[in-house]
């Protein structure tokens, strides 16, 4: 039986590997200003929320 040898590629192209490393980093910055630009209307829902009873907090209506 002949013993089959793996030839490394010569190539200076991008590899798989950082491909997906590189889609990863930008989609999770993109997450990330999302995220941020979001913020002070996630506050505002979470204010209202709590005002009008919604939420964690003791419960005053009954």
């Known amino acids: 039986m002949r013993a089959t040898r793996r030839r490394k590629r010569e190539g200076t192209g991008v590899t798989a590997r950082r491909v997906l490393a590189a889609q990863l980093a930008v989609t999770g910055g993109a997450v990330l200003a ?3 630009k979001e ?3 996630i506050v505002r829902e979470v204010r209202i929320w709590r005002m009008v009873g919604l939420g964690p907090g003791p419960r005053r209506r009954t």
Request: a neutral charge; aromatic letters at 0%; zero cysteines.
């Open 34 to 36: 999302l995220l941020a």
């Open 39 to 41: 913020i002070p209307g």
